[in-house]
């Protein structure tokens, strides 16, 4: 159980193009989606958080309006980097708060999609 | 504000030998949760354990073995027998509770530690 997916897993775009990324949890309801970046050997950022139904909560320094989340259901977050350029380059990877156990704040995390922007 | 500090870039030790990752955190949060993950070269995150901030008992599972001392704010990593398979990179994560009101509940993770084990 506790299974989250990412779709793709991998994507080679051009820049200037979007690319949407999508982070189902498929084994449980997540009322809450986290969203992350690694740059090559480096850690982890946290980008946003997002909720079910309501708006995201982005970190500071991370555009909202260059990095657009919906959370649509309690299954589904999508990430879309809209015009997208080299530097956006990076592994992106998101968890899910299982609703049942958020109280351990029990996250599950996806294997990441690795965006390469050309 | 919350931060990791995972103060070894990169250890390498040779097969079977015990290795120590270490970890320091920052919290002005009296219930946090503490994280440790294993990140393969394919990059997916291995969740290792969960400690919450209440509960100070060291933990062993197999080879592994966690160290909780809130009074140094550390919460080390212990591999004993260490194998090639464990060579990956190692993050420390911290929380706070998602009631804790700040909002702040998703992972602050520290730099990482590659572990490299030599055949």
């Known amino acids: 159980g506790a299974v989250v997916s990412q779709h793709p897993s991998r994507v080679i775009c051009k820049s200037g193009t979007s690319v949407k990324i999508e982070c189902r949890s498929l084994d449980f309801q997540a009322t809450t989606m986290f969203w992350y970046r690694q740059f090559p050997k480096q850690s982890l950022m946290l980008m946003a958080t997002s909720n079910e139904g309501s708006k995201a909560t982005y970190e500071q320094g991370v555009e909202k309006d260059k990095f657009l989340i919906n959370h649509a259901s309690l299954t589904l977050s999508t990430l879309t980097v809209t015009s997208a350029h080299p530097e956006d380059s990076s592994f992106y990877i998101c968890?899910?708060?299982?609703?049942?156990?958020?109280?351990?704040?029990?996250?599950?995390f996806g294997p990441g999609t690795r965006l390469t922007v050309l | 504000a919350q931060k990791v500090t995972q103060a070894q870039t990169e250890i390498s030790v040779v097969e079977k030998e015990d290795v120590t990752l270490d970890c320091v955190y920052e919290t002005r949060d009296t219930t946090y949760y503490l994280f440790w993950y294993k990140q393969p070269p394919s990059g997916e995150l291995v969740f290792l354990i969960r400690r919450n901030s209440f509960d100070e008992q060291n933990e062993i599972s197999g080879r592994y073995s966690w160290n909780f001392q809130k009074s140094t704010s550390s919460f080390n990593f212990t591999i004993t027998a260490s194998q090639v398979v464990d060579s990956a990179v190692y993050f420390c994560?911290?929380?706070?509770?998602?009631?804790?009101?700040?909002?702040?509940?998703?992972?602050?993770f520290g730099k990482g530690t590659h572990l490299i084990i030599q055949p």
């Open positions: 968890s899910a708060r299982d609703i049942r156990r958020s109280s351990y704040n029990e996250q599950f």
């Open positions: 994560a911290l929380s706070e509770s998602p009631y804790s009101g700040g909002g702040a509940d998703g992972l602050t």
